[in-house]
């Protein structure tokens, strides 16, 4: 479904999730060096964790004198960061008695960090010193700032898997909605001292959310709004491909090896999504860990069309993205995370009528296990 849901962006840290839940709003897009024009791709994120817990201080749950006082996390994390030549994640934590964020809008502010639907500031700062001293911040040093406008052009909403009745009663133990599956983002990026534009047209962004209790395991993402036709030639200027999920739990029941696909092809969604069950859906994917390059492969079909994917993205440009879940556990170890990963998508009509071949730039990607 390319239907908009902005209630689906809102805060949803309350009864139970604001003792052992996350929320977050994460952005990734293509920026260029204002002075040699190299493309490189960024990622920020804006992730909540367990505000009913919260002290004076952030609590870190991979401090050991937390873990030994039984602890749980409770901050807010600011983070932010780049993949390709010197990947890196740079996260700074700030106390949820500092977060505020009303309950029918979203309108975060923490610190010097703003989220809007349209915009967002902010920066995130770590010291070799710091992430050498401070291995709980998870994060490496760097140095990032961003002042960014946001426009979300196409949507894809998971339907009723997150609609409100199954928000309330916590069905999911991670729910999903990518409320920008094409965005285009326009402002400045600052790394590490350099100035990096953001141009619109060519930002190739994407923005979701993702909140819950807990994570999933294999857990997969895939997502471009850079498509071409390799049909026509053509640019596919009103398309965008996303791919998610992995191992869902509903009531505490693991569904094993689902996704929720959309791809949205000049104007018409073709959803490959568990949950519609009257559609006739199967997926199959695996994950191939490479020395050089990692590969990915998706093979989808409903009672309408089916799909074929396949996905590359070095190794040397993705990195291994850090998260705690609510519990304290850091269980993702191994979670491949990238952002210019390239491939092709094969899309059928159920006949096996080819509608088109499309090639894919500016992907971001992601797989791991718990290991």
């Known amino acids: ?103 029918d809008e979203l309108n975060i502010k923490v610190g010097d960090c703003s989220l809007t639907e349209t915009h967002m500031s902010g920066f995130a700062r770590v010291s070799e010193e710091e992430s050498r001293d401070h291995p709980e911040y998870m994060s490496d040093a760097g140095d990032m700032m961003w002042d960014l406008d946001i ?3 196409i949507a894809f909403n998971v339907g009723y898997g997150a609609n409100g009745l199954f928000r309330k009663l916590n069905s999911f133990e991670m729910f999903w909605h990518a409320e920008g599956i094409k965005t285009q983002y326009s402002g400045t990026i600052w790394l590490d001292g350099r100035e990096y534009e953001v141009i619109p047209e060519k930002s190739y ?28 030639g053509k640019k596919l ?5 996303e791919a998610g999920g992995g191992r869902p739990k509903a009531f505490g029941i693991s569904i094993p090896r689902k996704l929720l696909i959309g791809f949205y092809y000049e104007g018409k969604m073709y959803e490959y999504n568990f949950a519609r ?13 490479g020395e050089d390059v990692h590969t990915w492969h998706v093979n989808a079909s409903n009672k309408d069309s089916k799909m074929e994917l396949v996905l590359y993205c070095k190794r040397e440009d993705m990195l291994l993205i850090n998260y705690e879940a609510p519990t304290g ?8 995370n990238g952002g210019n990963g390239w491939g092709e998508i094969k899309l059928y009509k159920k006949d096996g009528t080819l509608i088109d071949h499309v090639k894919m730039e500016n992907t971001g990607c992601e797989y791991g296990e718990y290991c």
């Open 1 to 103: 479904m390319n239907k908009s849901d902005l209630k689906r962006d809102f805060y949803m840290l309350k009864g139970p999730l604001a003792k052992k839940g996350y929320d977050w709003w994460w952005h990734s897009l293509t920026a260029y060096d204002k002075e040699t024009g190299e493309e490189k791709p960024f990622f920020i994120e804006y992730f909540v964790c367990n505000p009913e817990l919260a002290e004076e201080e952030p609590t870190l749950g991979q401090l050991p004198e937390n873990q030994k006082a039984g602890k749980k996390p409770s901050y807010c994390m600011i983070k932010a960061g780049t993949w390709g030549k010197n990947a890196k994640q740079i996260h700074n934590f700030y106390s949820m008695k500092y977060f505020e964020c009303p309950d």
């Open 277 to 289: 069950f009257w559609n006739m859906v199967k997926i199959d994917f695996d994950f191939e860990e």
């Open 205 to 232: 962004g994407y923005a979701d959310k993702n909140w819950g209790g807990d994570f999933t395991s294999p857990w997969l993402w895939i997502s471009s709004c850079n498509l071409t036709s390799l049909k026509t």
């Open 329 to 336: 556990k850091k269980l993702h170890n191994r979670l491949w």
């Open 151 to 153: 426009d979300k052009q």
């Open 237 to 241: 200027n009103n398309s965008a491909f």
